[in-house]
């Protein structure tokens, strides 16, 4: 496997088993059952996703999986900024998640055709799932946008904080395929956005660097909670 | 074939691993060995480990070794590869199963997605209470005339 391809997939998998980690956070404290469930879910889905990138990467390396999710440390991930920064309420949460999976539906739409095939076989069944989350996110951005008056400040907020951030996607790394994602992204974003009342800032989005592993300091916490284990005690297994 | 007709989905243990499409080839290799392919759910999906133990278990119980286990995710699995009998177990179970899966998957924010029978009554008046439910491939339903709720077994 040439190392373009190997970077790429630990690319991948960071990004969902980082967004993953921070959805699971909220297991237990969401606002009602269901939709703690659901969070969950996503994170399920997440992590799963993770797990495959992960293991096609290890293949290469004789590496493990649980060595590349455990044993590497902040400058070694190649996460998006956006996926690592903290849940805050519940706005910032579901705007970080449909921010994050309307790129995951051209990402993968577009892996599709990639000319790898073990790739191609990831994205085409994660994108199942993802279709999924993209409702579910799209759904809670309107009801918040256009909903209460309280709701629609959250939501600016959030705007305000994460949209400088979502850049980052469509700026391509050394290791990454050049695609043009952007536009069907801003299209889909708009779409949604429209219906809650929302509307596409005009501040450049211009924060980036996660790819190339310089981190936000929020990664650091995330992953001193998701390794505690492996740190404490290492080599130890179920 | 038949060994493998006997295990469980631990989730929703009514249907077998065969029901549920998840057993993609069975190969024999004379004089006792055999590999089975096998195809994940949900990518997420925490079951697929404890089948993959289950499979060679049961494999190595009757004698079969080596029992070699391997995942394929290509074609992605879908609930049209639940077999008719499965259909009706689920239902007979409480779940309402699911419907065949649209051509054009739709992503229309708050669309109703598909008309879901209440396993219970038959009732057809039935509304979405969440996306997500108790396992990753399940939704949450609530019936309006039997006023039950009940798991919709998503069309995926």
């Known amino acids: 496997m040439d190392t373009h391809l190997y970077t790429y997939l630990l690319h991948l998998g960071d990004n969902a088993l980082i967004l993953g980690h921070r959805n699971s956070e909220w297991c237990g404290h969401a606002p009602i059952l269901e939709q703690d469930i659901a969070l969950t879910n996503i994170s399920l889905d997440l992590i799963g996703q993770a797990r495959l990138f992960y293991q096609y990467a290890a293949e290469s390396t004789g590496a493990t999986e649980d060595r590349l999710a455990y044993l590497r440390d902040v400058f070694e991930f190649r996460n998006c900024l956006l996926v690592e920064q903290p849940n805050g309420d519940w706005a910032h949460t579901i705007l970080r998640q449909f921010f994050f999976s309307a790129y995951q539906m051209e990402l993968y739409q577009s892996l599709q055709h990639h000319r790898d095939e073990h790739l191609q076989a990831i994205a085409a069944k994660s994108l199942k799932e993802v279709r999924y989350h993209l409702r579910w996110s799209g759904e809670w951005v309107v009801r918040l946008g256009d909903g209460t008056k309280e709701s629609r400040a959250r939501m600016g907020l959030a705007l305000e904080d994460l949209w400088m951030y979502t850049g980052e996607f469509f700026k391509p790394a050394t290791y990454e395929p050049a695609l043009a994602l952007e536009e069907p992204w801003r299209f889909q974003v708009h779409a949604v956005f429209k219906e809650a009342g929302l509307e596409i800032p005009s501040a450049p989005a211009f924060q980036s660097g996660g790819k190339m592993g310089i981190h936000s300091e929020h990664l650091g916490y995330v992953l001193a909670d998701l390794q505690f284990l492996q740190r404490a005690y290492p080599g130890s297994s179920w | ?156």
């Open chain 2, 1 to 156: 074939m038949d060994l493998l007709k006997g295990i469980p989905d631990p989730e929703v243990p009514v249907l077998s691993i065969l029901d549920l499409g998840i057993v993609r080839d069975i190969r024999l290799y004379p004089p006792s060995g055999v590999g089975v392919i096998i195809t994940p759910t949900y990518n997420g999906c925490p079951a697929l480990d404890v089948i993959r133990m289950t499979i060679r278990m049961t494999l190595e119980a009757e004698g079969f070794t080596p029992v070699e286990i391997k995942t394929t995710l290509s074609p992605p699995w879908t609930t049209d590869w639940l077999s008719e009998e499965a259909l009706e177990k689920l239902k007979a179970f409480g779940i309402a199963p699911p419907n065949p899966v649209p051509a054009v998957c739709h992503l229309d924010l708050f669309a109703p997605d598909e008309g879901v029978a209440c396993p219970r009554c038959g009732s057809f008046h039935t509304e979405l209470v969440s996306r997500f439910g108790s396992t990753a491939c399940k939704a949450l339903y609530r019936c309006l005339d039997c006023k039950e709720p009940f798991d919709y077994f998503k069309s995926h």
